[in-house]
């Protein structure tokens, strides 16, 4: 499926006509075109030929337009903060920088949803819904990921054991088509049966099928009441023992994040927090005065009897920000404990009763590999990331991570899991797809193929080639 | 996408295959064909040409790869409780009845998740899964249907409101794709983001891109309590403003039915009930001990400040039984009510702040167009019912009726809703897809094009002609 350098001639003409068109909205200067290509990987930066700035659906279907008549690869931009190559040209073309697509256009309270532009961050929707007491759930960490670009991966993060994925909150999305159509795959009502599921088709699909110009995503209530805990555990199995009843039970904790002994250490040395360097759960409560107490007071009992050293519990609003701050700040505190070194976060599922063996074969794996790996994860859902510290300038640092990221895969396919829970796939997961799909990846190129024959829309993502 | 009389010629001979290759699993006698189509509503019934019981994946595969070599129109039959035409063959061919694929085949305690055979019914399900303490909450009214008429048709149903539909409880799909190749859509983690959402893409595909052969789904431990209330409201929209409160404070009901005066009524004379004869909140809480009693305290407060009449409890669990079956009988209800009469059950969906108003304007227009037609809705979704009574011998009515059914679909469309949301389009519905979707069918029409070029599968379902 490669564009072909014959197909890229057109290049220069259409960024020539964007310029007469859009002006000092569109840039060509190497500096931007490395910032809008990928960093935050060991995966090499390609640039994109130009950087457009769209303000509107008309300019998105114009530039897709013209990216069609000069077959010219076209890669949707949100803040960058994507893990595995999403926002990388390697075909060249255009990166389309929505920074400029950012307002919030409606808000259904009693509905629960709101209707943005993809350029939106979280941090901008929740700072805007807060005063009216909702909030958008999905919170991959990155604060300034934006509502398109979470769309478009897939995205999830501390909260989906509760609120779910994007998949679960988006309702509808318009998008451009490669073909130039504008679709709109679905109406605002919350359910519908109503022909194929256009909205799960585009979320996840990394802008190799259209461009994102609108979504409307769910939202929620501020809960009355929100409590959060530290809590050590003697094992990682105690500690995912305690998840797994307290789903069977129902108890509907918000966040439960699984951090192992490394991460704790990287996380005291970062944000000078003195917690007990053991396996160890943040979590999170939502719910009304009584529920949430309640859920609080059941969860203690799951967890005492699983081998949970003590609770410290965060009510007051300030000590709850600093703790999922730190846990936020996961990967930073691993820069600054192991400074020199780039951290290659990657991460895999797996069904939650595998989740304690994953976490530990991969533990062992770390250690026989020589290497530095700090790990946390969304435990609810069994999903987990590995933060491989490598040092750039030392090959066998870096080939044994290599051995690494593959083993871990490949780990967590056998284990009926899947090579990424929330990053994606990019460039740099492709390789792992046939494994995970095995006829279904045909079935994603023949969808690919029918909806972008001339494979301008994010080309080299996703779908590994033939 | 019509099947050309040419491509049908075949059919006769893969009959005489098949027959050598299943012998008594294969029949013709017009009975069974009958049986075997449409039923439930007002669509002309169109038997397949012949009724094939598989027993394994493999057998589906074999049927598949016959029909593909002799063109041959494939119909998947479940329990053939689909409303909208799904089972017919307008096209003759083949119905596959998974009858004989009704196994549970494993249930994973700790993940709560189970995988089974298409056939299996969501009672056979739940009967198994009760000594476990265990459920599979989605449930469309009918009993015996199976789950994998459920997935291939997004059912959802009186729970979704807070267990979501089909779309949220099927992990990942074993289907045969009109190529004869076999795809898992998804491996059983909870979450992935790697590559489309082919599970997604399968639930609710009405069986025109593939056959299920397997699933996995998802499973709930069974609520410590359960509560029960029956709740009559002065005004629909008392009823509708407190489930808008209840959810905005994030209370986690369970069911929230709405029914309409003609509605309660049809109940009360079917089930021997005597309920006020108002607008009315069937309405069911899970939780613990602790919190659900507090989520039932809380909505008490919200519906009496928005015109509840009262709340009638029923903790012991035989009443709720009773409630629950008369809310279920609903449309049998209606039969025994108007005898004589046959129910075209119909649904919409929209975004809740227009249910109240939707419903209304639905009274009025049922009312002008002089038919009976009780009105039942899942409130918390914004989807409802209604099941036009129609006197099979009075053309008049009928066409009234058929009226009615358009004004609906394009009242729920008006209010940025679904013209389903939970039945599907099957035959029925097709004529709404284009105001629904616009631009979006045709991307739907490319995928059915890219993955079943034959048109075998199902043909003459979900996707508009052009």
């Known amino acids: 499926m490669a564009v072909t350098d014959a197909a890229r001639g057109g ?33 090499p930066n390609e640039p994109p030929d130009a950087v ?48 400029q697509m950012d307002n919030i256009l409606t808000v259904n309270e009693r509905d629960l949803d709101c209707v943005v532009q993809p350029g939106v961050s979280r941090r901008k929707l929740n700072d805007y819904l807060r005063d009216l007491g ?8 990155a604060e300034e990921a934006t509502i398109g670009g979470m769309a478009a991966t897939r995205a999830s993060g501390t909260t989906a054991v509760r609120y779910g994925t994007m998949r679960e909150n988006v309702l509808n999305i318009t998008a451009v088509m490669a073909d130039g159509s504008l679709v709109r795959t679905a109406q605002r ?3 519908s049966s109503a022909g194929y599921d256009l909205t799960r088709l585009m979320v996840g699909s990394e802008g190799t099928l259209g461009v994102i110009t ?31 009843q307290a789903i069977q039970l129902g108890l509907g904790l918000a966040r439960m994040e699984l951090l192992d002994e490394v991460q704790v250490h990287a996380i005291n040395v970062h944000s000078k927090l003195g917690l007990e360097e053991r396996p160890m759960l943040f979590l999170e409560f939502h719910g009304t005065e009584v529920g949430a107490r309640d859920q609080v007071k ?77 790990i946390v994860g969304h435990v609810g859902d069994g999903n987990f990331h590995s933060t491989p510290m490598v040092d750039p300038d030392n090959p ?71």
Chains 1, 2 share one sequence.
Not at 55 to 71: G, K, M, P, Q
Not at 224 to 232: D, I, S, W, Y
Not at 421 to 430: A, L, S, T, W
């Open 298 to 374: 059941l969860f203690e009992e799951i967890a005492r009897s699983e081998g949970a050293i003590r609770f410290d519990w965060a009510e007051k609003e300030e000590d709850r920000r600093r703790l999922w701050k730190a846990r936020h700040d996961a990967y930073w505190a691993a820069k600054t404990t192991w400074p020199g070194r780039n951290g290659i976060a990657t991460d895999v599922c797996v069904p939650i009763s595998r989740l304690a063996e994953c976490v530990l074969e991969t533990q062992e794996d770390i250690k026989r590999s020589g290497i530095v790996a700090p």
């Open 134 to 141: 909702l909030f958008f759930p999905v919170d991959p960490g």
């Open 52 to 99: 457009v700035w769209p303000t509107s659906t008309d300019d998105v279907r114009e530039i897709v337009e013209l990216a069609r008549t000069h077959r010219v690869p076209i890669v949707p931009f949100g803040a960058g903060t994507s893990l595995e190559g999403h926002v990388n040209a390697p075909y060249g073309g255009l990166s389309i920088d929505f920074a």
């Open 214 to 244: 609108e979504l409307t995503v769910r939202l929620y209530g501020i809960p009355e009441v929100t409590l959060a805990a530290v809590c050590p555990f003697v094992t990682i199995e105690g500690a995912c023992n305690s998840v797994i």
């Open 396 to 466: 066998k640092d870096i080939e044994a991570v290599k051995g690494f990221l593959e083993r871990l895969a490949a780990r967590a396919l056998a284990m009926e899991g899947t090579c990424t829970g929330e990053h994606g796939v990019g460039q740099g997961k492709r390789k792992y797809l046939k494994a995970e799909h095995g006829a279904g990846v045909s079935v994603m190129r023949s969808i690919k193929a029918a909806l972008d024959p001339l494979n301008i829309m994010n080309p080299g993502k996703t779908i590994p080639d033939l």
């Open 189 to 191: 009502a919350r359910k």
């Open 11 to 43: 290049t220069a003409t259409a960024i020539a006509i964007l310029k007469q068109r859009f002006g000092e909205r569109v840039q060509t200067g190497e500096a931007i075109r490395r910032q809008h290509a990928n960093t935050v990987t060991w995966l």
